[in-house]
Nanobody
Framework: QVQLVESGGGLVQAGGSLSLSCAASGRTFSITTMGWFRQAPGKEREFVAAISWSIGSTYYADSVKGRFTISRDNAKNTVYLQMNSLKPEDTAVYYC??????????????????WGQGTQVTVSS
């Protein structure tokens, strides 16, 4: 059974840092890409970052480039999101997502077939 279990998140002041992690299980050999998305109240789910599982190529939304870092540990089947210089507009529920093929594009939610339960990140001003 494919599962994604997230941890991390919480409340932090603006300018602070938080780290998220997401452990994948079940048929992990088929992972092509892992991504992070976020969804604020009343808004659509938006792309944050993605990493190719084999090569480790990384991709970021313009809004987080230079502040967030995505990484992975293949041995642990875990993807991480290090978030620095956080801003109030980063407040959202953050979801990790798993992609098992190459259909669609990495920055679209529809390209991912499996999702974590989500973890709240709140940045106070």
């Amino acid at each position: 059974q494919v599962q994604l279990v997230e941890s991390g998140g919480g409340l932090v002041q603006a300018g602070g840092s938080l780290s998220l992690s997401c452990a994948a299980s079940g048929r992990t050999f088929s992972i092509t890409t892992m991504g992070w998305f976020r969804q604020a109240p009343g808004k659509e789910r938006e792309f944050v970052a993605a990493i190719s599982w084999s090569i480790g190529s990384t991709y970021y939304a313009d809004s987080v480039k230079g502040r967030f870092t995505i990484s992975r540990d293949n041995a642990k089947n875990t993807v991480y999101l290090q978030m620095n210089s956080l801003k109030p507009e980063d407040t959202a529920v953050y979801y990790c997502a798993r992609r098992n093929d190459w259909s669609g594009t990495y920055n679209r939610p529809s390209a991912y077939g499996f999702w974590g339960q989500g973890t709240q990140v709140t940045v106070s001003s």
